[in-house]
């Protein structure tokens, strides 16, 4: 049973910086692909950011530079930094992971596994 844990999530202030992690049952490498995504209230759930084929890393356009994905394979853990933040990133912030290659790694259908979510909140 492949288990996702996320941590880490609060409340700062615009400007501030958040690292969120995520605990895996297996290690990150064991999946062919692992994100973070994030659900704000009324809206759909977005992809953040996908990491996969053991290198890429993809950035949804509003976190480049703000953002930054690591991965920890020997603890079995993956981050995901985030700097300079905005109101407008508030949202329950999800990490997901595939065992088969199928979407583009944006899209929610593309994963198999999610954890519980995290709950980020920046205010102005």
């Known amino acids: 049973q492949v288990q996702l844990v996320e941590s880490g999530g609060g409340s700062v202030q615009a400007g501030g910086s958040l690292r969120l992690s995520c605990a895996t049952s297996e290690s990150p490498n064991d999946f062919i692909r692992i994100a973070w995504f994030r659900q704000a209230p009324g809206k759909q759930r977005e992809g953040v950011v996908g990491?996969?084929?053991?290198?890429?890393?993809d950035y949804d356009d509003s976190v480049k530079g703000r953002f930054t994905f690591s991965r920890d394979n020997g603890n079995k853990v993956v981050y995901l930094q985030m700097d300079s933040l905005k109101p407008e990133d508030t949202a329950m912030y999800y990490c997901?992971?595939?065992?088969?290659?199928?979407?583009?790694?944006?899209?929610?259908?593309?994963?198999?596994?999610w954890g519980q979510g995290t709950q980020v909140t920046v205010s102005s």
């Open positions: 997901a992971a595939a065992s088969r290659f199928r979407d583009t790694w944006d899209r929610a259908s593309a994963y198999d596994y």
């Open positions: 990491f996969y084929l053991g290198r890429v890393t």
